[in-house]
């Protein structure tokens, strides 16, 4: 699987399935602090992604 970060560096995760929370975390990306897409759709963190999925990580901007 290919894991596309904010900064446009990319990554291949190679322990598939896995749910996006388990990829984030083990990539020290806080799940609450970003949107992610695979193939160009929003999923949810307890989304199942497998070893073909393109996932893209987008960082929520916070602030008040």
Same mark, same amino acid.
């Given at each position: 699987?290919?894991?596309?970060? =904010?900064?446009? +560096?990319? &990554?291949?995760?190679?322990?598939?399935? @896995? *749910? #996006?929370?388990? /990829?984030? !975390?083990? @990539?020290? /990306?806080?799940?609450? +602090? #970003? !949107? #992610? =897409? &695979?193939? %160009?759709?929003?999923? =949810?963190?307890? *989304?199942?992604? %497998? +070893?073909? +999925?393109?996932? &893209? #990580? /987008? &960082? /929520? @901007?916070?602030? %008040?």
């Amino acid at each position: 699987m290919k894991l596309i970060l =904010s900064d446009h +560096d990319e &990554r291949i995760i190679e322990h598939c399935p @896995a *749910t #996006v929370e388990q /990829i984030l !975390l083990e @990539a020290g /990306i806080n799940p609450l +602090d #970003v !949107l #992610v =897409s &695979r193939n %160009g759709n929003l999923i =949810s963190e307890d *989304t199942v992604v %497998g +070893d073909e +999925d393109e996932i &893209r #990580v /987008i &960082r /929520i @901007a916070h602030g %008040g």
